[in-house]
């Protein structure tokens, strides 16, 4: 969700707008503002005080001089920008700058398992199909995370955009069964010791998020560790609760420079959401990635350079191929792939070479260890 700072940024832009050039339908577009939801009349008691709250700060600022709206007119605006407003984010996916509303887009409804995708490239907002779409076959996107059993995603959809999600996989409960999966064994653990682990879980998410906010990453990690080492024997490899603790861990030991240890987290963070996302999911893309360079810095180029590989094919589908974030994989992928060959052409050069760019020194080429040479460590360079 979006502030409401920025929502009433948006709310001033869209009536100066109308004040310029009236109200009614712009150039390409298929619905006005004035026609899109509000869902004003849904609101309950406190999200009413909000807006009231909300309304009489917009007044206050207003310029006298400008055309005036009524309350009514006011209230539309700014119910639209909560269930129609798509988060605008940087160039780089990194940070959400602001919040839009595309009024055409607000036509295309939801499905948990969508067959496109929004995506913002160069100022312009794009829906990108995900894979093939039959004739007649409807346009949907995804306004959640597909990362939540399907009872969770439902009650935020209807939190937020006041609809019972009745899509397949919503009905069917489909991975909701991978998303909450126990470990295998001789033994299944029992039901309440699930619920506890669980519980324990979401409080300890709490806790991270504060101390995240707090930037106490060191604190961070000790919550992540104590937690993943309640899940490991209870929880199964595609348990949200336990992904969600790898995600935070490898993101962070990242950022902390314990890239080798991150590597090994985000690993089975990917391999769990491989099997739970659609496999053109735009944050799989983003997660792939993110792996993808954790295992390239870690000087695990196999491994790294294939997981930019998938990612690049995954990105020029949902984010499509004059995107930033597609060109600086693309680079990636370029140069991950002659580090890859050097590598399987003279390891012993490229762990060297390596080594000597972390360091940030000029590479000293040393002979190379025949096969019965003594271990790198030990290896003298021979006189001339
Ligand atoms: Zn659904």
């Known amino acids: 969700m979006f502030s409401r700072l920025q929502s009433s940024l948006l709310a001033a832009q869209i009536l100066w707008r109308a004040e310029r050039e009236g109200g009614g339908l712009t150039e390409g577009s298929l619905v006005s503002i004035d026609e899109l939801q509000d869902h004003v009349e849904h609101l309950g008691a406190e999200e009413k005080k909000e807006l009231r709250v909300d309304l009489e700060n917009f007044l206050e600022f207003w310029p006298a001089d400008s055309q005036q709206f009524g309350l009514q007119y006011i209230s539309h605006i700014l119910g639209v920008i909560s269930c129609n407003g798509f988060t605008l984010s940087d160039q780089r996916g990194l940070q959400a700058v602001g919040v839009g509303v595309f009024p055409n887009l607000c036509m295309v409804n939801h499905d948990c398992w969508p067959n496109c995708s929004v995506i913002f490239n160069n100022g312009k907002i794009e829906l990108r199909a995900l894979g093939k779409i039959s004739p007649g076959e409807e346009l949907t996107v995804s306004y959640v995370d597909f990362l939540n059993v399907s009872e969770d995603r439902r009650k935020q959809l209807r939190n937020q955009y006041y609809f019972d999600c009745s899509c397949q996989h919503c009905q069917k409960g489909t991975k909701d069964d991978l998303m909450l999966a126990v470990k295998e064994g001789e033994e299944k653990p029992c039901q309440e010791r699930v619920k506890e682990i669980i519980q324990f879980s ?183």
């Open 202 to 384: 979401k409080d300890t998410l709490e806790k991270i998020d504060k101390a995240r906010s707090e930037g106490t990453y060191n604190e961070v990690v000790k919550l992540c560790r104590e937690c993943l080492a309640k899940q490991e024997p209870i929880l199964g490899d595609t348990n949200i609760y336990l992904l969600r603790i790898l995600s935070i861990l490898s993101e962070v030991l990242s950022y902390l420079q314990h890239i080798n240890e991150a590597a090994g987290y985000s690993k089975r963070m990917i391999d769990g959401y491989m099997k739970l996302y659609h496999p053109n999911n735009a944050q799989l893309g983003m997660a792939l990635m993110r792996t993808g360079v954790t295992h390239w810095h870690a000087g695990l180029i196999e491994v790294g350079h294939e997981m930019l590989c998938k990612a690049y094919a995954l990105l020029l589908v949902t984010h499509g191929p004059t995107h930033p974030i597609t060109k600086d994989l693309e680079a990636m992928r370029v140069q991950t792939e002659m580090e890859l060959r050097l590598f399987q052409q003279n390891e012993f050069l490229y762990h060297k070479m390596r080594e000597a760019a972390l360091q940030n020194q000029p590479v000293q080429i040393l002979p190379e260890p025949a096969s019965d040479a003594p271990p790198p460590g030990l290896f003298q360079k021979k006189p001339q």
